[in-house]
């Protein structure tokens, strides 16, 4: 099993900043990696697909970067909605998840 | 726009089998360019893959979960099922369905469903 670890766990940021977060991979996963978001209440969503291309509506203020097994989510200038829960997942092998890192507003 | 929609018991005694269903709407299960999946998330944690199937009826399993596991489809219906059994709280999550681009990431989801295991 590929083990997803994210940093941090948490993650404080005030509005307009920049936000990046870690993702790494136990073993390379190529470019088969994937961030979603996570609203209280709410059904994940694609952000980023193949390391680094936006999915559909996704505002290019989200960034993703990387390969093999050290990647990056950056938020350019947080905005409200964007306070939530981010996760990567690859799709290399099957599917696993990292753990989370939680975008707060400081 | 293709959305899906779990449905099925919100609790289930433990030893049973968690039986929950699927259901696509504005596209077709029979494309061949998904896997359909289920994903579960336990209160407060993270996200669990637990498997997918082809409309074709191939299936894959997450191993620690293999040997409790069937997933099914109804191409005639445009649903997909799992089934969980011998459950114990253990697996109390949401349980979430998904389309799967094949050899791809997750791009459309479920709202999902609470599923308590209690006596």
């Known amino acids: 099993e590929i083990v997803m670890t994210q940093s941090p766990a948490t993650l404080s940021v005030s509005p307009g900043e920049r936000a990046t977060l870690s993702c790494r991979a136990s073993?390379?996963?190529?470019?088969?990696l994937a961030w979603y978001q996570q609203k209280p209440g709410q059904a994940p969503r694609l952000l980023i697909y193949?390391?680094?291309t936006r999915a559909t509506g996704i505002p290019a203020r989200f960034s993703g970067s990387g390969s093999g097994t050290e990647f990056t989510l950056t938020i350019s200038s947080l905005q409200s909605e964007d306070f939530a829960v981010y996760y990567c997942?690859?799709?290399?092998?099957?599917?696993?998840f990292g753990q989370g890192t939680k975008v707060e507003i400081k | 726009q293709v959305q899906l929609q779990e449905s099925g018991p919100g609790l289930v005694k433990p030893s049973q089998t968690l039986s929950l269903t699927c259901t696509v709407s504005g596209g077709s299960i029979s494309s061949g360019d998904y896997y359909w999946s289920w994903i579960r998330q336990p209160p407060g944690k993270g996200l669990e893959w637990i498997g997918y199937?082809?409309?074709?009826?191939?299936?894959y399993y997450n191993p620690s979960l293999k040997s409790r596991v069937t997933i099914s489809v109804d191409t005639s219906k445009n649903q997909f099922s799992l089934k969980l059994s011998s459950v114990t709280a253990a697996d109390t999550a949401v349980y979430y369905c998904?389309?799967?681009?094949?050899?791809?990431?997750?791009?459309?989801w479920g709202q999902g469903t609470m599923v308590t295991v209690s006596s």
């Open positions: 193949g390391a680094s």
């Open positions: 199937i082809y409309y074709s009826g191939s299936t």
């Open positions: 998904a389309r799967e681009i094949v050899a791809d990431a997750f791009d459309i």
């Open positions: 997942q690859q799709y290399n092998n099957w599917g696993t």
């Open positions: 073993q390379s996963v190529s470019s088969n």
